[in-house]
């Protein structure tokens, strides 16, 4: 096709004058910015409008018609132009000629261009066939010619979006999916693309598409800064490179940063992942949000003519305070976040731990008017963020909703330093903030292999926080968590154990892959720096969590088994030294009071007394003190647990043994002291307590039964699943009694379940010592065979074998 010469009208916009001025426009240092394109996109409206006007003498029904991002006003220095001409249809050949003296003088200064000619009909089909276009055409902006032909144009299309937005959103999401998946998360990229990656520009404008169909709307807090800083980026990228670019590799990062005034290509980063992060999750909440009114838009039908017209909003109870609804943990309506700090984590810990999503409502609220908590935090608030922590993959997507309002640097100042941290070593895969939370998702399946997983799981938390600062960051970690671990409400020598674990953190892996583990002094150095059995068991887990989180090059067979003869080799060391077991404690006058009193009526006795003050360490259990005094007879333990569980009481921490007797006094008394809490609600009565627990033991109160038809009445939830239980035999912990440990998912029941089946093997219990840390339940039975004797190892094994089927079963 040639090339029709210019007519004096269209020389005054010829392409020497948009090009010059152009030129001048993108090398003025006093505008960038929004101002920038939307001068660049003034200049190119005017320049194409002249263009126009010159090629049609004023004809009617023809336009000209800016689409997809230059229809937004967004030209960055190298964007594409996307121009769609438009036209009644009654003249094809003059249409072509006016393409023509539009579309060269485009090409002629080397601008891209995405262009089309097209009837309305045409325009419409077109868009009703191809998604891409459809979402181009929702951005429509008149330049030229018949405005009247190009608002009917949007008119028409923007009704088609909403009409068919039960059909497209659906499509519009599986395209974000299947480019996020090539492209991967802008928010963790070394060198990410920002228009394709998730999170970036595409994934906001395809929030602008969905927002245009009224069936849903994004968080709109925060996400037009969002897109404006990305495309601050890009614009500083294109001129950096001079090319059309979306990726911002590595050699232009400090260049790019440059052009905009930030300190390094670090700072750079981290910019575009807090920009990116907003977005995702905008995009999270906002796709969640049209499965939910897509999924009541075909159930609500069905529903009325079931109801006969009215409507019902399930909720159910998952904490206090917390409650599930449309698939989402929300408030309940009787919440009170200004009066309830620990509210934050109890309910960010309900939602991860049923697999839910924590509401935007509800976070929102909770930000806005949740007192902050005290320092140390309050027993209940440490509870719930090793429950938090512990609770798998879903920890993730709620702690993302946390941080997104705020919440996360609110409870851990600390945090801030390592928000959005880029790391440039490419073993890892994540960010500093996001890998520390991989790491405790990673932690959480070794929660069986450790006598403390809540250690555990804060210090896969930590582990990292001195990356923040200048410095060896395992140096500076170990004042920041030990600060951090007071602050959460830990005692001294649990703090010091997380400052240790911090500070060691790569100690096993850099040694067994580094040094001669046959050298003697191999061994000592690494004994002498872990001090104690028990943190040497929490630091091998923490090292392979650590290494998983990182990426698949950071951990293998071989690093593996070479950390794990090196903890094999330093046990040993450190198990030169003899343990001693502590002597009982001596029995109160409330408890001799009990015993004497459970001897006289044959029966169990029992005292429940509220905690009235506060408790005298943060690190005391929560909930209600209860004892319990019962002549020593079999099927105790499970009895007690079984009416504990029918009455939806949570066992914190349970202690049985065997009671030394005031002089003079005949028989045996088992005591149980254990601390409790109600799921939901109020405590029962101790009056109600007793005489069911009278019943359980006389057999006439069936447990099992109750408890088998509540779990029946309530459908499981999807939500983390749990490692298995495990049960093992510590042959050298007791030199009088057999010590099988148990570790396995706190559960209604759990207890009532081993002890049942303790009970069913044949042993006795001498003492139970039960602890609940977090989601986690950590319990040790010492037990010997009907008389008193310690079991043989072969016949221990089998206990331990046959309690943890019962568990899995």
């Known amino acids: 096709m040639t090339h029709t010469e210019p007519t004096e009208e269209a020389g005054k916009s010829g392409p020497g004058t948009y090009a010059a001025a152009r030129l001048r426009l993108l090398t003025e240092e006093a505008r960038s910015g929004p101002p920038r394109r939307a001068a660049l996109a003034s200049l190119t409206d005017d320049w194409l409008a002249g263009l126009f006007g010159a090629g049609t003498g004023g004809r009617a029904g023809v336009s000209l018609v800016a689409v997809g991002g230059y229809g937004r006003g967004e030209l960055s220095p190298r964007s594409d132009l996307d121009l769609l001409l438009l036209h009644d249809g009654r003249d094809d050949e003059a249409v072509a000629a006016l393409a023509d003296r539009l579309w060269y003088p485009v090409w002629d200064l080397g601008l891209t261009l995405d262009h089309s000619v097209r009837t309305p009909q045409e325009a419409r089909k077109t868009a009703g066939e191809d998604l891409k276009v459809h979402l181009g055409l929702l951005d429509a902006r008149h330049l030229a010619g018949d405005p009247g032909l190009t608002a009917a144009l949007r008119t028409t299309v923007l009704a088609d979006w909403r009409n068919q937005a039960p059909r497209r959103l659906p499509e519009l999401r599986e395209l974000c999916a299947e480019r996020a998946e090539r492209q991967g998360e802008l928010q963790y990229l070394l060198e990410p693309d920002l228009k394709e990656a998730r999170g970036g520009l595409r994934d906001a404008t395809a929030l602008r598409a969905v927002a245009a169909s009224w069936l849903a709307d994004a968080p709109r807090e925060g996400l037009a800064d969002a897109r404006r800083r990305l495309l601050d980026v890009r614009d500083a990228l294109h001129l950096a490179t001079g090319r059309a670019t979306d990726r911002l590799a590595l050699q232009e990062q400090d260049q790019v940063a440059a052009e905009l005034g930030l300190l390094d290509a670090d700072a750079l980063l981290r910019q575009v992942y807090e920009a990116a992060r907003v977005i995702s999750y905008a995009g999270d909440v906002t796709w969640r949000e049209v499965g939910r009114v897509l999924r009541s838009r075909s159930v609500r039908p069905r529903l009325r003519a079931m109801l006969g017209g009215k409507q019902t909003v399930e909720r159910s109870p998952l904490a206090e305070g917390v409650v599930e609804q449309d698939g989402e943990a929300v408030l309940a309506r009787t919440a009170r976040p200004e009066r309830d700090p620990v509210l934050p984590l109890r309910a960010a810990a309900a939602a991860a731990q049923a697999g839910l999503p924590l509401s935007l409502h509800a976070v929102r609220r909770l930000a806005a008017t949740a007192r902050p908590l005290p320092a140390p935090w309050p027993a209940e608030a440490r509870e719930q963020l090793v429950t938090l922590l512990g609770s798998g993959r879903p920890t993730v997507d709620v702690w993302e909703a946390l941080e997104a309002e705020g919440l996360v640097t609110r409870l851990l100042p600390d945090w801030e330093r390592v928000r959005c941290r880029p790391q440039r070593n490419a073993v890892h895969l994540w960010t500093v903030d996001r890998h520390l939370i991989e790491t405790a998702v990673r932690a959480s399946a070794f929660t069986r292999r450790v006598h403390r997983p809540d250690l555990l799981l804060v210090a896969a938390l930590l582990h990292d926080i001195g990356k923040g600062w200048p410095g060896d960051h395992s140096l500076a970690g170990e004042t920041i968590a030990r600060d951090m671990a007071t602050r959460i409400g830990f005692d001294h020598a649990d703090a010091a154990v997380l400052a240790t674990l911090v500070r060691h953190h790569l100690l096993l892996v850099e040694t067994a892959t580094r040094r001669d583990l046959d050298d003697p002094a191999t061994v000592r150095a690494v004994a002498g720096a872990v001090g104690t059995q028990g943190t040497l068991e929490l630091l091998h887990a923490l090292t392979e969590a650590d290494a998983l989180a990182t990426g698949p090059a950071a951990w293998s067979a071989w ?235 072969e016949e221990a094994a089998d206990v331990a074998r046959a309690l943890e089927d019962a568990l899995r079963g």
């Open 559 to 793: 690093r593996a088994s070479l950390v794990a003869d090196l903890v094999k080799r330093v046990s040993a060391a450190l198990a030169g030294e003899p343990l001693e077991e502590p002597e009982a404690p001596a029995p109160t006058a409330e408890q001799e009071r009990l015993a004497v009193e459970a001897l006289r009526t044959g029966g169990p006795v029992l005292s429940l007394r509220a905690q009235t003050e506060p408790p005298a360490t943060e690190q005391e259990p929560l909930g209600v003190e209860l004892l319990i005094a019962v002549p020593d007879q079999a099927g105790v333990l499970p009895a007690v647990a079984g009416v504990l569980a029918v009455h939806r009481l949570t066992v914190r921490t349970a202690e049985l043994r065997s009671l030394p007797l005031p002089d003079g006094v005949e028989g045996s008394v088992l005591l149980l002291a254990w601390r409790v809490a109600a799921e939901y609600g109020s405590l029962p009565q101790a009056a109600r307590l007793r005489a069911d627990l009278v019943r359980a033991m006389d057999g006439s109160l069936d447990v099992a039964g109750r408890l088998a038809e509540r779990d029946a009445a309530y459908p499981r939830r999807r939500g983390v699943v749990p490692p298995p239980p495990r049960v093992s035999v510590e042959p050298a912990a007791s030199r009088h009694a057999t010590v099988i440990e148990v570790r396995a998912q706190d559960a209604p029941g759990l207890l009532f379940r081993i002890g049942r089946a303790l009970e069913g093997a044949g042993v006795r219990v001498r003492s139970a010592h039960v602890s609940t840390l977090g989601s986690n339940a950590v319990d040790a039975f010492y037990v010997t065979g009907p008389e008193g004797e310690r079991l043989p190892l």
